[in-house]
């Protein structure tokens, strides 16, 4: 058989070339009376076609054509982030403005940019995107609760990194997109090209910058799309206390049958993500919460999950919701059945996908809770080995321990980070801490004391030893811990006193071994425990010596004493 056009049977109008371009040109008509907007700010609205919104599908379309991005056997979109694979947080500015200087906590977080600098790469970053046949735009929201929420719109010339930001932000109906209005926020991505290093406070060919009297974002010199999300999160960071008077904060957030809301502190690579995801309770969101006077509410639309040796027996929700939509982000596949290989980190450690959070089936949908929380679960990787796999905390050991914040960066959430390597991030949220700790945690506090809140602090890291002589404690373990939390067995254990730091451990945990509870018993060696374990206490308290002038004594003495 012949076919006309070279091609087996299609359904006709697919090969009518004016089809699909007629198709885009509606996408960019949705911009209607915002292109007064576009062209103000500088784009070129006669050279490129801007897209706002587009669908999944034509995003789709657009990276296998132009990115290099491959399609997935499962159906998620398989794309790469270039040289950059994680974060850079020694590129992160904050303007020195007059409207949020007085507010922002300064230091090697938060490191100042002149507003002229600023006004140099965001011009920068528009003349780049000028130059693309493509640019996308994204609007959508940040925060579920209507009352506390904001209006983010994202510009950027990388189709991956529209669909990144569909599945990561709260998506408007058809009605809510035609009534948008001013954004509250906006993002500048124009990640392909570099910063000048030559411009005053530039420390390389990278900038990722936030104007808060402007409130806008700027990237250059980096494509790992993670940098927006983590830029709408330091907004929000921002705006809730100082706007709203609600607490922002870096954690997950799952809800019992019978109400029971729970918080997951822990920085990446703890287990945020995986403990949260629980086949008995309703995912609230994996990552940045509100706490408000009303409830728990997600800032987030969508799930950035590690894919590091991801696999369907031990996080199935996660595993399931790669699918059609998702981005699987600097993931090896094999060339011919397009199958992920998660296993392989050849590319990076910091392998991720991102998905809407509808994709998980026991989501909480709208991701909002109108009842305080019950638990608070704060996690650490514990690179030396030391700390017990759980422990209660005191309301003041809450406190120290918040700002402490003690865990370990793992391979591949930075640049540069190969093998675990044992950190202090206050608040568990550091890179993305915006004001001072201390009005974080009394804010915490303040909540936890109110509504009677218990709080453990689970670790999730090594056990038996240190890194590289020791074993992370198995997952099973930790998610019998978890259970026996939220069933309330916890609550009713017996406890003893676990020395130097003064935790109060369980004696025995149906299901989980004696020998793992203390972490003690768990090393062959027992004076090698103690010498590590005397060593992390000393860096609990050079560490929280930073804030010891603006907490009360008795927070002080809930640390490691020695």
Sequence with gaps: MVYTHGTPYVTPHILHKHYAQSYDAEVSNLIGRDLEYFSQAGFDMDRIQIKRNAPPALLYEDAIRNEGAVISSSGALINFSGKKTGRSPKDKRIVYEETSRDEIWWGSVNIKMDEH???????????????????????????????????????????????????????????????????????????????????????????????????????????????????????????????????????????????????????????????????????????????????????????????????????????????????LENVVYHPVTRVPDYDDASITENTRCAYPIEYIANAQIPCFVQSQPKNIIMLTCDAFGVLPPVSKLTPEQASYHFLAGYTSKTPGTEDGVLEPIPTFSTCYSAPFIVLHPGRYAEMLAERMSKNNVDCWLINTGWTGGKFGTGKRCPLKYTRRIVDAVHSGELAKAEYETFGVFNLQVPTALEGVPRELLNPRHAWPNTEAFEREVRKLGGMFQKAFALYESDVEEKVRLAGPQL
């Excluded at 209507?146 to 998506?171: D, G, S, T």
């Excluded at 993002?187 to 910063?195: D, T, V």
């Excluded at 996660?318 to 939509?325: D, K, S």
């Design 117 to 327: 600098t600023f006004e140099i790469n965001r011009e920068r970053a528009i003349d780049y995107l000028n130059t693309r046949d493509n640019v996308y735009v994204f609007d959508g929201y940040a925060g579920w609760d209507p009352k506390y929420r904001i209006k983010v719109r994202v510009i950027c010339a990388r189709a991956y990194h529209a669909l990144f930001m569909n599945n990561m932000l709260i998506r408007p109906t058809e009605e809510e997109l035609q009534n948008f209005g001013e954004p509250d926020f906006i993002i500048y991505n124009a990640g392909q090209f570099p910063a000048n290093r030559f411009t005053k406070g530039m420390s390389s060919t990278t900038s990722v910058e936030i104007n808060f009297k402007r409130m806008e974002m700027v990237i250059l010199g980096t494509e790992y799309a993670g940098e927006m999300k983590k830029g709408v999160f330091s907004v929000m960071h921002y705006l809730q206390p100082v706007k709203f008077g609600q607490l922002s904060l870096h954690s997950s957030a799952n809800v019992g049958e019978a109400g029971d809301v729970t918080l997951f502190f822990g920085l990446s690579g703890t287990g945020k993500t995986t403990l949260s995801a629980d086949p008995r309770r309703k995912l609230i969101g994996d990552d940045e919460h509100v706490w408000s006077d009303d409830g728990v509410f997600n800032i987030e639309g969508g799930c950035y999950a590690k894919c590091i040796n991801l696999s369907a027996e031990k996080e199935p929700e996660i595993f399931n919701a790669i699918r059609f939509g998702s981005v």
